[in-house]
C-alpha cells in the first residue's frame, strides 16, 4: 500500500472513531437498452448463475427462494477494499415488467450498507430498456470516503455489471457484427467450367503482344498461361559446308607445297 493510502486509511478511521455513526446517502439513476427481448431480459436478471457472472466481484449468488438471494461481493472503492455479504429482496413483482429490490449488507470493518431500488423494463421492438433507480445509505469507512469518489464508483459498477449482462445476452450477434466488419461482403468463386473474362482477355493480350515477327513455329502458347517464345534450335549445316574447312586447309597445303617445288627449282637449278 502506497503511502498517501496509508495516510488516507488512518484518517478514516481516525474519522470513524470519533463519528461512528457519519453515513452518506446516495442516489444513482440510469437507462440502459439491451440487445435482446424483455422476456430474456427478465430470465437473465433473475438467474443466479447470470448474476455472479455479471456483478463486478461477485463471488457467489445463492437462490434461498423464489423472492429472496444472498451474495458475497468483494468491493473496492478507493482506500478500502471489504468482502460484503449481503442479502437481495423482491417485493411488487410484476413480471416480466417491473420489480422492486431491497438490499442490505455488511463489509465488518469497512463498513455497511442498505437501500432500495426500482428496476423496470420497457419492450421497444427487439430491444429492451431497462431503467432503475437506487437510494442507498452507507456507512462506515465506505461513508467517509466522499460523496463525489463513491458515486463515481458506484456508476462504474452500474456500467460494468450492464456491460456484461449485454455480452451473456447476445454474443454470438457480437461476434458476428465483428466479423462482417474485418472480412467484408464475399463473393462466390468463380465456376471452374466457365474461365472468366479478365483471364480470358488477359491471355489473348499476352500472346498478342508476345507474337513475334518471324516464323510460326518460333512461337509456342500454352493454355491457360501467358505465351512465351521458345527458344529457336540451332540450324542444320549441310554436309559440304561441314567439310569446308577441312578443304580449305587442304587447299592451302597444295599450294603451298606447290610453291615451294617452284621456288627450289628456280634457285637451286643452273
Not at 446516495?26 to 455479471?54: H, S
Not at 437481495?88 to 455488511?106: D, I, K, N, W
Not at 456484461?164 to 467450367?193: C, R
Request: glycine share 8%; hydrophobic share 45%.
Amino acid at each position: 500500500m502506497s503511502t498517501m493510502a496509508k495516510l488516507i486509511d488512518h484518517l478514516v478511521s481516525m474519522t470513524i472513531r470519533t463519528n461512528p455513526q457519519i453515513e452518506h446517502a446516495m442516489e444513482l439513476t440510469g437507462t440502459v437498452v439491451m440487445a435482446a427481448k424483455r422476456a430474456q431480459v427478465w430470465d437473465a436478471l433473475n438467474d443466479a448463475a447470470v448474476l455472479q457472472a455479471c456483478i463486478p466481484g461477485c463471488e457467489e449468488v445463492v437462490n434461498e427462494s423464489d423472492t429472496v438471494r444472498r451474495a458475497r461481493v468483494m468491493i473496492k472503492l478507493g482506500p478500502v477494499r471489504a468482502r460484503f455479504n449481503g442479502t437481495l429482496t423482491l417485493s411488487e413483482v410484476v413480471a416480466p415488467e417491473r420489480c422492486l429490490m431491497s438490499f442490505e449488507g455488511s463489509g465488518g470493518a469497512a463498513g455497511m450498507a442498505s437501500g432500495r431500488s426500482q428496476v423496470e423494463l420497457i419492450e421497444e421492438g427487439g430491444q429492451t430498456r431497462v431503467t432503475y433507480t437506487v437510494h442507498a445509505s452507507v456507512g462506515g469507512k465506505l461513508g467517509q470516503i466522499g460523496g463525489r469518489l463513491l458515486d463515481a464508483s458506484a456508476r462504474q459498477l452500474a456500467d460494468q455489471f450492464f456491460a456484461a449482462l449485454q455480452a451473456h445476452l447476445a454474443p454470438s450477434a457480437e461476434v458476428a457484427s465483428v466479423a462482417d466488419k474485418a472480412l467484408g461482403p464475399v463473393e462466390p468463386p468463380p465456376s471452374l467450367s466457365e474461365p472468366s473474362a479478365a483471364s480470358s482477355a488477359s491471355s489473348v493480350s499476352s500472346a498478342s503482344i508476345q507474337a513475334p515477327t518471324g516464323p510460326p513455329s518460333a512461337l509456342r502458347v500454352v493454355s491457360g498461361s501467358p505465351a512465351r517464345a521458345a527458344p529457336a534450335a540451332p540450324a542444320e549445316l549441310s554436309p559440304l559446308a561441314a567439310e569446308f574447312p577441312r578443304l580449305f586447309w587442304f587447299a592451302m597445303g597444295v599450294v603451298s607445297t606447290g610453291f615451294g617445288v617452284w621456288l627450289g627449282s628456280r634457285l637451286f637449278v643452273s
